[in-house]
């Protein structure tokens, strides 16, 4: 009889004793207390705490958390704004005393996201309410900065630190929306022409550009080429003449009359007129009068020349 109650007594005992084992999970920390007062902290792994005294009142997990959000604020000019955002926070660190003031700090989960919420919430709607909703959609990063600035210093009094506040979406009502929609087309459609208007100028001064410079080419070459072709005339007629003098000198020396030369050349030109006339019709008087008179005509500028020379 004595031998079962040593080892009823010793089933008891052990039991006791492994009841005061307690496991805590990775990324968590145990809070423990006695007699409803706190006593200390477990870290992960394997831990004893003194079985029937020491109770574990709470575990705080240190990972991130996150919550999503979805509210209204009023703009300045009394415009609807909705929210969605994404806030992602966590404990500020392991130390003893963040975690007691985690731990202690609010009754339950969901009384820290209610103030947590509220809280962000409110600066949200505070900054809002300072602007026009023409510029809500254009202020994501001050609106997240201005919300850590005004919360950090709560949540480190509640032991909690703001990693990150991410605003995914800014609706307004559906009328405003609409308004909205028609200045941005319109701003599209004035770009879109003044952006046409340059072009066109951008082309039509190209154009002129061009064609001015193919009206100066033009003029350079047709200056050039009059140039050569009166030097190719200068150049023909002092030929000319010296074919002539030369011819002249030896007719005298010959004693042959230097009026022939005056014929030939008129024949001459007769035949060229007959040659690159084109059909044109040219009156010449052929007859033997004629003829003299032509030559007497051109005796009389031989003379005036030479008289002009001496």
Same mark, same amino acid.
């Given at each position: 009889m004595s031998f079962l109650a040593e080892y009823w007594w010793l089933l008891v005992a052990l039991l006791i004793l492994f009841t005061g084992l307690v496991t805590v999970n990775q990324g968590t920390i145990a809070v423990i207390t006695m007699f409803g007062k706190y006593r200390r902290v477990l870290r992960p792994g394997l831990n004893f705490k003194i079985p029937l005294i020491e109770?574990?009142?709470? @575990?705080?997990s *240190?990972?991130?958390? !996150?919550? %999503?959000?979805?509210?209204?604020?009023?703009?300045?000019?009394?415009?609807?704004?909705?929210?969605? !955002?994404?806030?992602?926070?966590?404990?500020?660190?392991?130390? %003893?005393?963040?975690?007691?003031?985690?731990?202690?700090?609010?009754?339950?989960?969901? =009384?820290?996201?209610?103030? /947590?919420?509220?809280?962000?919430?409110?600066?949200?709607?505070?900054?809002?309410?300072?602007?026009? $909703?023409? %510029?809500?959609?254009? /202020?994501?990063?001050?609106i997240v900065e201005f919300v850590k600035e005004q919360? =950090?210093? !709560?949540?480190?009094?509640?032991?909690?630190?703001?990693? =990150?506040?991410? *605003?995914?979406?800014? @609706?307004?009502? $559906? /009328?405003?929306?609409?308004?909205?929609?028609?200045?941005?087309?319109?701003?599209?459609?004035?770009?879109?022409?003044?952006?046409?208007?340059?072009?066109?100028?951008?082309?039509?001064?190209?154009?002129?550009?061009a064609e001015g410079n193919a009206i100066k080419i033009s003029a350079n070459a047709e200056k050039e080429a009059a140039r050569l072709r009166g030097q190719g005339v200068a150049l023909f007629r002092e030929?000319?003449?010296?074919?002539? !003098?030369?011819?002249?000198?030896?007719?005298?020396?010959?004693?042959?009359? @230097?009026?022939v030369i005056l014929f030939s050349m008129w024949t001459e030109a007769i035949k060229n007129f007959a040659e690159v006339g084109k059909g044109n019709i040219i009156f010449l008087d052929g007859s033997p009068e004629g003829m003299e008179n032509n030559m007497r005509q051109i005796m009389a500028m031989m003379k005036m020349k030479e008289a002009n020379r001496g």
């Open positions: 109770q574990v009142f709470k @575990t705080v *240190i990972q991130n958390r !996150s919550v %999503e959000l979805e509210f209204q604020a009023v703009t300045l000019d009394q415009a609807n704004v909705y929210f969605k !955002s994404m806030l992602l926070y966590s404990v500020i660190n392991q130390e %003893e005393e963040t975690i007691k003031n985690v731990a202690f700090k609010f009754i339950s989960e969901k =009384d820290l996201m209610q103030a /947590l919420i509220r809280t962000v919430e409110g600066s949200i709607r505070g900054f809002v309410a300072t602007k026009k $909703q023409a %510029e809500i959609l254009l /202020l994501r990063r001050e919360i =950090d210093q !709560s949540l480190e009094s509640w032991g909690y630190h703001l990693q =990150d506040l991410q *605003i995914n979406d800014i @609706t307004f009502d $559906q /009328l405003i929306m609409e308004s909205m929609s028609k200045v941005v087309a319109s701003n599209n459609l004035k770009a879109a022409a003044e952006n046409e208007g340059q072009a066109l100028l951008i082309t039509k001064t190209k154009a002129a550009e030929e000319v003449a010296k074919g002539m !003098s030369q011819a002249a000198e030896q007719m005298k020396q010959a004693n042959l009359d @230097t009026n």
